[in-house]
């Protein structure tokens, strides 16, 4: 159990274009999802909480007009990339917690590697 | 500040030995700790976890220790097989239960030669 799926896993668009990335659990409840960005051979970090039904919080320094976060239901987050540009250009992961659940881990999906050209 | 770091960048152990990977942590305020395991192009996949309760947890072929004294984490890997070879990331949890966010070390990559 606790599978979270992500779509698409690899995407290429043109700069000034707007990209959906849309993050499921599958098998559970999601009150909240996370949303990380990882660049090559770097840790993963961390850009926004997705709450379900409210406003996403979004850590400093995370353009939240960039990145578009939408938590319409308990197993459904995406997050759409704004006017994209090749700066923009990263491996994308979300991850989400079983509803209910205190200190347990994350469950990730298995990412989206964007490519703005 | 909040980080989670990591001693080596790289480690390389032969075929059937046992593995240390070692995590510094600097927020004393964290009462849960994960290590994770990502292999190229995938998501991090989990490993074990501790609570800031405990100092040792055990799983299959895993062990993580916890030493709060010195802000310090590690994962054990015993005999060791080419399947082990991958990044790992320890992780600490903040933040209210049921919402914590993870913060990510900087990685571990972990080669197993045969």
């Known amino acids: 159990g606790a599978v979270v799926s992500q779509h698409p896993s690899r995407v290429i668009c043109k700069s000034g274009t707007s990209v959906k990335i849309e993050c499921r659990s599958l098998d559970f409840q999601a009150t909240t999802m996370f949303w990380y960005r990882q660049f090559p051979k770097k840790s993963l970090m961390l850009m926004a909480t997705s709450n379900e039904g409210s406003k996403a919080t979004y850590e400093q320094g995370v353009e939240k007009d960039k990145f578009l976060i939408n938590h319409a239901s308990l197993t459904l987050s995406t997050l759409t990339v704004t006017s994209a540009h090749p700066e923009d250009s990263s491996f994308y992961i979300c991850?989400?917690?079983?509803?209910?659940?205190?200190?347990?881990?994350?469950?990730f999906g298995n990412g989206t590697r964007l490519t703005v050209t | 500040g909040e980080s989670v770091g990591l001693h080596l960048p790289t480690l390389s152990v032969q075929e059937g030995d046992n593995s240390i990977i070692n995590c510094a942590y600097s927020?004393?305020?964290?009462?849960?700790f994960i290590w994770y395991k990502q292999e190229s192009g995938k998501g991090p996949q989990f490993i074990i976890d501790i609570r800031s309760n405990m100092d040792k947890r055990q799983g299959q072929r895993v062990t993580v220790l916890l030493n709060k004294t010195v802000k310090h984490l590690s994962l054990q890997i015993a005999a060791t097989q080419p399947g082990d070879s991958a990044v790992y990331f320890c992780a600490e949890g903040m933040g209210v239960q049921g919402a914590q966010k993870l913060v990510f070390g900087q990685g571990t990559r972990l080669t197993i030669n045969p």
């Open positions: 991850s989400a917690r079983k509803t209910g659940i205190g200190n347990s881990p994350l469950h």
């Open positions: 927020n004393s305020a964290s009462d849960y």
